[in-house]
T-cell receptor, first 118, second 113 residues
Framework: GAVVSQHPSRVICKSGTSVKIECRSL??????MFWYRQFPKKSLMLMAT?????????EQGVEKDKFLINHASLTLSTLTVTSAHPEDSSFYIC??????????????FGPGTRLTVL | GENVEQHPSTLSVQEGDSAVIKCTYS??????FPWYKQELGKRPQLIID?????GEKKDQRIAVTLNKTAKHFSLHITETQPEDSAVYFC????????????FGQGTELSVKP
């Protein structure tokens, strides 16, 4: 199957700083990437849909100025958590959707980034 | 928007028994229904999926059924093994709306040896 990587896998930062998380599709072109947030023992909550070359579409209740998303190429999307606070601590997972075939529907998930804000 | 409900939240079975997890969805336009297995701290892994033009799909010990009229779909795992223990998520998606997935709440499956 297709491979999606995320970097970093784990980050600890001080309150008030910004953190950037990268999501890369390694062996396919992803026209669409998705960002999810997952709390312990909870489901994946869709935050936003990121389309290459256009502005991200945010889900209701997600602050776009807080969670900046950039999808500059067909293989890279970034999520920047600005002015992070302890309540932003969570597991952030990206997924990438290909352009055709099986990848046209299936989403391939990254390994996730554990963010801890002190 | 789409809403997906998943039951039960926890399920404990003996090794060798079957496990069934059920989901309902609200948007009749949804046409793609994947199931994911997630182990602690790991990424979700697709285990099986079904599209709305199919009523049932099977892959070895795993099967999924879909009832479009009732808007529900189910995951069936037969001959469960301890390594099947994980959290399972159902999801629903509308392909022509960008394919975003709306997930159910998850089911923590425990298979006791």
């Amino acid at each position: 199957g297709a491979v999606v990587s995320q970097h970093p896998s784990r980050v600890i930062c001080k309150s008030g700083t910004s953190v950037k998380i990268e999501c890369r599709s390694l062996d396919f072109q992803a026209t669409t990437m998705f960002w999810y947030r997952q709390f312990p023992k909870k489901s994946l909550m869709l935050m936003a849909t990121s389309n290459e070359g256009s502005k991200a579409t945010y889900e209701q209740g997600v602050e776009k100025d807080k969670f900046l998303i950039n999808h500059a190429s067909l293989t890279l999307s970034t999520l920047t958590v600005t002015s992070a606070h302890p309540e932003d601590s969570s597991f952030y997972i990206c997924s990438a959707r290909g352009t055709s075939g099986r990848a046209g529907n299936e989403q391939f998930f990254g390994p996730g980034t554990r963010l801890t804000v002190l | 928007g789409e809403n997906v409900e998943q039951h039960p939240s926890t399920l404990s079975v003996q090794e060798g028994d079957s496990a069934v997890i059920k989901c309902t969805y609200s948007d009749s336009a949804s046409n793609y229904f994947p199931w994911y297995k997630q182990e602690l701290g790991k990424r979700p892994q697709l285990i099986i999926d079904i599209r709305s033009n199919v009523g049932e799909k099977k892959d070895q010990r795993i099967a999924v059924t879909l009832n479009k009229t009732a808007k529900h779909f189910s995951l069936h795992i037969t001959e469960t093994q301890p390594e099947d223990s994980a959290v399972y998520f159902c999801a629903a998606s509308i392909s022509n709306q960008g394919g975003k997935l709306i997930f159910g709440q998850g089911t923590e499956l425990s298979v006791k040896p």
